[in-house]
């Protein structure tokens, strides 16, 4: 019965995806082949169909999405506001919530854990639905995450992600969520790194973004972070843009939450990241591009509690959405260049590198 509504992240494959989402399946098919990974498990997309099931929640969301007219701003947000508010006050079934505090037990007593979403929309190569449903960070306590994991499945039904998915063509109550309950990481630095230029789609490249603090303030935009590019063949370090980093994200284990403080002068004005910890995470999003077979967007972090060498943790690899979806342009004739202009030009050219 545990592993119908829980699997660890060393149990999961690829083909678990409409069980545990985008995000679990990525994170179970990293650990699997030996990626580091914090430790956690996913709640099932079967626990929340359950969840729906029990005592007519189906089909009074389903009512209220009758009413839903997707153009109309304010019939979305009501639409989205009663939802929310119907599945995060609803009854979670007993044994699905016992399942859940066992797991949560199991990592360690009153661990610090991050319960993120995982729908089974999010992390396609064609609609990457990042950032349309909650994730809760430095949650503490059994109580804590039982009521996190009801709020993800309740974020389902935001005015955002109803609008998102109607755009989409995705369905509403179609999709499902599964939940990643994870080790916290007390991250030094993070950020993303994607294995072509976000901007010109060159694939020669690895870009990184970077700044104090767990990647949340990076990922939404709220710091300005410190851009790295790295030559993806020869694995060096040719551009690097130094940003104002005002804020960190960091964890307060007497609160028991996460909290943004200012950043010092000295550390705001300097680079986060040595050129040896861009280049480890450079590589580290090259494995996975090469483990996935197209370029990646992955989310890392260096946990100041761990040791170098062991310290670089992926949080999240998903396909790149934008490059990926234009028409590979015509490839240009050849021009037979010799000697060291032709090795720079094969080096350089994105059509005929290999990863």
């Known amino acids: 019965m545990t ?11 690829a083909a ?12 179970g098919e990293m650990t699997r082949h030996g990626v580091a990974v914090p430790p956690g498990f996913a709640i099932t997309t079967e626990a929340y169909a359950e969840m729906l099931a029990h005592q007519g929640l189906h089909a009074e969301i389903a009512a209220l999405l009758d009413t839903l007219d997707p ?7 009501r639409v989205a506001r009663n939802i929310e508010t119907r599945v995060r006050s609803h009854p979670m079934p007993a044994h699905i919530e016992q399942a859940i505090r066992d797991a949560y037990t199991a990592m360690g007593g009153d661990l610090a854990v991050a319960v993120r979403s995982s ?26 995450v039982v009521e996190k994991v009801r709020d993800c499945w309740g974020s389902l039904f935001t005015a955002r992600a109803i609008a998102y998915r109607a755009k989409a063509g995705l369905g509403q109550i179609e999709v499902l969520m599964s939940v990643a309950v994870q080790k916290m990481v007390n991250a030094r630095v993070a950020g993303v790194a994607m294995t072509l230029n976000p901007t010109t789609g060159d694939r020669t490249k690895i870009v990184i973004d970077a700044s104090w603090g767990l990647g ?7 710091v300005t972070p410190d851009n790295f590019t790295v030559e993806k ?14 804020l960190e994200l960091v964890g307060d284990a007497t609160a028991g939450a996460t909290i943004e403080r200012p950043v010092d002068a000295d550390r705001r004005a300097s680079a986060c990241m040595t050129d040896a910890e861009v280049i480890a995470v450079a590589a580290l999003a090259k494995r996975l591009e090469k483990q996935n077979g197209c ?26 959405t934008v490059w990926s979806q234009k028409k590979t342009a015509a490839k240009p004739k050849a021009s037979y260049a010799v000697g060291m202009a032709g090795i720079v030009g094969t080096l ?8």
């Not at 350089?348 to 990863?355: A, E, H, R, W």
């Open 3 to 13: 592993e119908k509504f829980i699997l660890p992240f060393d149990r999961i494959t």
């Open 16 to 27: 678990d995806h409409d069980r545990v989402g985008g995000k679990c399946a990525s994170l």
């Open 71 to 77: 153009d109309d701003v304010v019939s979305t947000e």
């Open 119 to 144: 729908a089974t929309a999010e992390d396609l190569p064609d609609a990457s639905f990042a950032g349309q449903q909650d994730t809760y960070l430095w949650v503490i306590g059994a109580d804590q």
């Open 216 to 222: 949340e303030l990076v990922v939404s935009g709220v």
């Open 233 to 246: 063949v020869l694995m060096e370090v040719i551009n690097r843009k130094i940003g104002d980093k005002h």
């Open 295 to 320: 370029p990646q967007d992955v989310e890392w972090a260096i946990d100041a509690d761990l040791p170098d060498g062991e310290n670089l943790l992926a949080l999240q690899s998903r396909p790149e």
């Open 348 to 355: 350089n050219n994105p059509l005929g590198s290999k990863t």
